[in-house]
């Protein structure tokens, strides 16, 4: 017979979180929960909670705020700018699916901060032989547009809980989420 883990360890050695729950164990149950959360699953977010960010593709905001599936509203656009658009989805998440709190979430390296609005119109135009009169919400300050942005939510007439609007600057070189 092979000797097991507890054979070759003193038990006493092992922590207690491991001695209670394989990773086996705990995977299953998660899984339980997870179909659980489904059955229960409203349209109305249970944190109560939107998120704003950045459409960054290397972002993932559910795995970043442990969010599940039913959890939160999470509004992206290109640099997490409180736009006019975004403004409209706040107000349906407050209004009718009873969201309370928002995230604003801004990131380091984000190319809406790169680029000027000159060079991302010519971009544009130039790949698509349009013209393109649009504001594209570019920044060179990224503490100042999303403080900016933070300051606009908390102004808008169109939300109706505006007391729990908080911004933060996530660091992609090092996954850390700072409050601003
Ligand atoms: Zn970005």
Redesign the pocket.
């Known amino acids: 017979m092979l000797p097991t883990t507890s054979a070759r360890t003193p038990r006493s050695l092992i922590p207690f979180s491991v001695v209670a729950v394989d990773a086996i164990d705990r995977a299953a149950m998660n899984s339980r929960l997870h179909y659980l959360g489904m059955a229960a699953r409203t349209a109305e977010p249970m944190w109560k909670l939107a998120v704003l960010t950045?459409?960054?593709a290397r972002?993932d905001v559910h795995a970043m705020l442990g969010l599940r599936p039913g959890d939160a509203h999470v509004i992206r656009n290109?640099?997490?700018r409180a736009t006019s658009d975004a403004i409209r989805a706040l107000a349906i998440s407050q209004a009718v699916l009873g969201t309370r709190e928002v995230m604003v979430i801004?990131?380091t390296?984000?190319?809406?901060?790169r680029f000027s609005q000159h060079e991302l119109a010519e971009r544009i135009a130039r790949a698509t032989g349009q013209a393109i009169n649009e504001d594209f919400g570019t920044f060179t300050d990224p503490i100042e547009a999303l403080k900016e942005d933070v300051g606009r939510l908390r102004l808008s007439p169109h939300l109706a809980h505006r007391e729990k609007i908080r911004g933060f600057m996530y660091e992609l070189a090092t996954s850390k989420l700072s409050e601003v």
């Open positions: 950045c459409m960054d972002l290109a640099g997490g801004h990131h390296e984000c190319a809406v901060g």
